[in-house]
């Protein structure tokens, strides 16, 4: 005879019982749920986080009284980890719970002194990747980078660094290795200013110009170099009423 599969008496319970039970656990424990199926991660972000003010939703659906308690926790604990002192000014980039550093004074015994490293942490789950800078670039300041992960896609992630404006650094978890993308795009976009701060979204990385256009660049190698970057244009009042934010 077949094993028999287990069956998920959770998931037979009344959704008015899962939601219940989702808002008891603790802000750790409803990202560790979120991870472990779409409809798990659409139920907790759908049912346990108010409605009436999305942008303190952890403060106010778990009554955290002074949330820079949590937020300085958060960064002794980087610290930590790194074996570095943790500034705000190191943490480059953030995508959906992934944290970005980079800098060149961690102690940690397995990396060079005085070599940029960057460091993928994840608070959740309390682990940290050290990634050195591309061969031959790594020393002197780091160029802008972000990251690219959505856990619905998949479990790995990727670092997107700009070189410049006509090439792209990809460093892939998956491979351990980075790839070089070139990119294309019109004289018009290079002459202007862009925005330091990049969103990632189904595939692409997305920054902002204070020119009034939004490039979107792709972070898996397309066979033409025109189809790896794409420029949108925006609104003529978008970007005075954002003030240049994503």
């Known amino acids: ?10 998931n037979n319970l009344p959704i008015n019982i899962q939601t219940k039970i989702f808002c008891r656990l603790s802000l750790e424990d409803q990202s560790k749920a979120m991870c472990v199926s779409n409809e798990w991660r659409n139920h907790v972000l759908n049912t346990t986080l108010p409605k009436k003010d999305p942008l303190l939703p952890f403060v106010v659906a778990h009554n955290l009284h002074n949330p820079f308690i949590e937020l300085e926790q958060l960064f002794n604990w980087c610290s930590l980890v790194m074996c570095s002192r943790a500034k705000p000014k190191k943490l480059i980039n953030t995508c959906n719970g992934l944290l970005l550093f980079c800098h060149n004074d961690g102690e940690a015994t397995n990396i060079l002194r005085g070599v940029y ?13 050290t990634v050195m800078k591309p061969i031959g670039q790594t020393s002197g300041g780091y160029s802008y980078a972000a990251l690219a992960y959505d856990p619905a896609e998949s479990w790995f992630f990727k670092i997107v660094r700009f070189q410049g404006l006509r ?3 990809i460093f892939s978890s998956v491979t351990g290795n980075w790839t070089t993308l070139n990119i294309s ?6 002459e202007s200013d862009w925005i330091k701060k990049s969103i990632y979204f189904k595939g692409s990385i997305y920054r902002l110009t204070k020119s009034g256009y939004l490039v ?6 397309q066979e033409n170099v025109s189809d790896q970057a794409e420029v949108i244009t925006l609104h003529p009042g978008c ?3 954002t003030k240049y934010t994503l």
């Open 1 to 10: 005879m077949g094993k028999r599969k287990p069956r998920s008496f959770f």
């Open 117 to 129: 490293y960057y460091y993928v942490l994840n608070p959740v789950t309390k682990q940290c990747v």
């Open 167 to 169: 090439h792209v650094n």
């Open 185 to 190: 795009l019109p004289d018009y976009i290079y």
């Open 216 to 221: 979107k660049i792709k972070v898996d190698p």
């Open 239 to 241: 970007i005075t009423s």
